[in-house]
């Protein structure tokens, strides 16, 4: 009974990890760090509407900062053209609330993910079964690799120009949490010339890189001792 405990305990361990990982690494993602990077990067697409690279810079992290802040729609809504004009249009400044409550619910459940698996992990050092809490760890890295390859495959994809695989996979992402075709804009809209496909692609692969390397680096530190 005790031994089916631990493989309980174990296997809640490692169904945590995948969370824990994606949550990490997007994250990572939402810092003017990534678009310093992403805007330089050799062959991303200029914006044929005239926004320079500094244009973007300074106007991308405002998407950003919005994501993660708690102030209104009116912290974009208020922000204008030169010549006076409303940067973001209302469909796009509704797109963006929508797109807030999604990031700032996942970070939320992110948070409520990690507090269980470390408190799995203190229940594993007191009821002394450290060892399958680690062999949970462990488990949950190669799920997590397996599912981080799988969608690193479909964002590579779409990098070398499959466009329709990587599509497929990105309406479906967006058909999950926004309404309809909410989420579809022209590509003289300030949300395109900022955030384009390629960054979209870019980001994804980022993320399954991320997950991919820290799962793959949680397998190898955890690996059992050799007699």
């Not at 991303?44 to 950003?64: K, M, N, V």
């Not at 507090?115 to 007191?126: A, E, K, M």
């Amino acid at each position: 009974m005790k031994r089916q405990r631990f493989s309980i305990l174990s296997w809640a361990a490692a169904l945590l990890v995948p969370l824990s990982l994606l949550g990490f690494s997007v994250r990572l993602l939402l810092t003017p760090l990534f678009l310093q990077i992403e805007y330089r990067l050799p062959g991303f697409p200029a914006d044929e509407y005239g926004f320079t690279t500094q244009e973007r810079l300074h106007w991308g992290s405002y998407g950003i900062r919005y994501l993660l802040n708690d102030a209104g729609i009116s912290y974009l809504g208020n922000l204008k053209f030169r010549d006076g004009r409303p940067l973001f249009n209302e469909r796009e400044l509704s797109h963006m609330q929508d797109v807030k409550r999604v990031t700032q619910g996942f970070l939320r459940l992110w948070l409520l993910d990690l507090g269980l698996l470390l408190l799995l992990g203190l229940w594993s050092w007191r009821g002394g079964w450290a060892s399958a809490y680690r062999q949970g760890l462990r488990r949950g890295g190669w799920l997590t690799l397996g599912l981080a390859l799988t969608v690193g495959l479909i964002a590579a994809l779409g990098a070398l120009g499959m466009d329709e695989a990587f599509w497929v996979f990105f309406s479906g992402f967006h058909a999950l949490f926004f309404e309809g075709a909410t989420w579809l804009f022209a590509y003289s809209d300030t949300l395109i010339r900022l955030y384009p496909i390629r960054f979209w692609q870019d980001a994804i692969l980022y993320i399954g890189l991320l997950v991919s390397g820290s799962a793959l680096a949680l397998i190898l530190a955890l690996r059992p001792a050799k007699a």
